[in-house]
């Protein structure tokens, strides 16, 4: 198995990281830093606003990448589900994050237009949260078949490797999901007590 110099049909790592670290990790703890972190409101609404540029732009810097080894390597731009559903999902997130930025962190929307805005900021961030983890999946599927049409064994080591590492990906979107549907702690000023 060679390199993706030597095989142009196999994707770049800084596709697969730039995506993966973004969209998916990146984007799973801003999500989670908002629920979990004990600090004040602002801080965390900075967190969140932060690590989610930065997820942006790596899933940006991810997906140029993906073009341009295509274009590089004379393979065919836009030709597949996950491609389509991941164009769908970066620019969901990029408009998620441009709205966030504007109605909560800077000018900010009025407290009314706050309020209305809350549910749905919250409900359209875990939808596309979900699609990027679904769109990975369909990722680690089309790369094994691609490996596998390239004679990579069904049930080599490279098979259970690309297999697991989906099924981690999934976990994690599952923990993400269920981090932020479940009880937040409550802040209690008066919880402390001596020991």
């Not at 030597?6 to 984007?27: D, V």
């Not at 703890?29 to 967190?47: G, N, T």
């Not at 749905?120 to 875990?126: E, N, S, Y």
């Not at 981690?168 to 001596?194: K, M, R, W």
């Amino acid at each position: 198995m060679g390199s993706y110099q030597q095989e142009p049909h196999l994707q770049p790592p800084s596709f697969s990281h730039g995506i993966g670290m973004g969209l998916i990790i990146l984007g799973g703890e801003a999500i989670i830093s908002y629920k979990s972190l004990p600090l004040r409101k602002d801080v965390k609404k900075l967190v969140h606003l932060v690590l989610h540029a930065i997820a942006l732009a790596l899933g940006i810097v991810g997906i140029c990448a993906a073009f341009k080894n295509h274009n590089e390597s004379g393979v065919a731009n836009l030709y597949s589900l996950h491609s389509w559903i991941g164009i769908g999902v970066i620019c969901l997130y990029g408009i998620q994050w441009i709205y966030g930025f504007l109605v909560f962190f800077y000018p900010k929307g009025s407290p009314g237009l706050r309020s209305e805005s809350v549910p749905w900021h919250v409900i359209l961030g875990l939808l596309v949260y979900v699609l990027a983890v679904g769109n990975a999946t369909l990722g680690f599927l089309e790369k094994l078949t691609f490996l596998e049409s390239s004679g990579l064994e069904k049930f080599g080591s490279e098979a259970f490797l690309v297999n697991f590492t989906a099924l981690v990906t999934i976990l994690f979107g599952v923990f993400v999901i269920f981090s932020v549907i479940s009880q937040a702690p409550v802040d209690d000023d008066n919880s402390y007590s001596e020991i």
